[in-house]
């Protein structure tokens, strides 16, 4: 993103990037660093330092684009007066592991941050603010994006302590103590010190499902998108697949194959086991058991960052032959469902989707294809 708005844009320029360990490209007039995600580290926090440090003396007559994405969230860690990184660290790792949506992860976030929720923008007043953005959230909320640094922020603290509570995530007692004072209470819609803010997608979920439906059509495949917000338990939306895949490979209900179904969203995953993990993964392990080697059905799943999890792999592969295959090499599928350890399982199959950096984030794509 830094790379073309310098090649585009004319006039003076400068600015500062944070961006994931191993996806910088080289840029002349903007500084580019590098920090950890989804788990965030000291590197981002000196970052977000730096880029709050870099807007402050902005005056009406600067513009400011703010270049966002997915990831954000991890990418610019600065807590909150008398929370820490290590704190910082500790809920970001159970808030993964708990379930939540990532609408409802991020706005526990956004009111433990001094950046996010408002306050990088209300940070370049009285400069106009233009926000170029890559949704990877199911709805394109801006808010959500990164937990929207540059965006006025409606939810509050009680609704972040409520989604703590709900969730049951185990959180040091200064975060209780933080969001029931209303300390960390964001920048809310009409606040005086928000400067005039532009908010603009330039990509997102369903424009990657509708590039992908007309891959399809040129291929002579009917596709069928069936939404860009898909949410859930992963191994529930996966069932959930393959009832609707199975109607259509053995009745032709609904449409007539050969057919692809499509789909974008983020699921999420209850850690319950010790394995691997993977959204992506954890929803293919469970549409192929549900779907028992059904003759001309292939899937593919993967997060279009090229890291679905903690893994640098993207997603995977299932065929017909998937569960034959494993068990011949003595995989068990339901036990790797239950140890939330798809990563293990598709890479023994030799099935994993490895990318790398693939320079974008427009959150998850799923693929099924049914055959005649």
Known sequence: MARVVEQHWQGPLSGVVVTRYGYAVPC???????????????????????????????TEDDLVICLISGGGSSLLPMPLPGLTLEDKQEINRALLKSGANIGEMNCVRRHLSAIKGGRLAAACYPAQVVNLLISDVPGDDPGDIASGPTVADPTTCADALDIIKRYAINVPPKVIQLLESGEGESVKPGAPNLPAIDTRMVATPQMALQAAAEVARAAGITPVILG??????????????????????????????????????????????????????????SLGIALKGLAGVHAVSGDTDGVDGLEEIAGAYIAPDTLERAWSIGLKPQDSLMNNDGHSFFEAMGDSIVTGPTLTNVNDFRAILIEK
Do not use: W, Y
């Open 228 to 285: 860009d917000s898909i949410e859930g338990e992963a191994r529930d939306v996966g069932k959930v697949m393959a009832g609707i895949t199975h109607e259509i490979a053995t009745r032709g209900e609904l449409i007539k194959p050969p057919c692809v179904l499509l789909s974008g969203g983020e699921t999420t995953v209850t850690v319950r086991g010790n394995g691997r993990g993977g959204r992506n993964v954890e929803f293919l392990l």
């Open 28 to 58: 002349e007039q903007i500084e580019i660093l590098e920090a950890a995600h989804p788990v965030p580290d000291a590197a981002g926090a000196q970052a977000a330092e730096k880029i709050l440090d870099f807007v402050q003396d902005a």
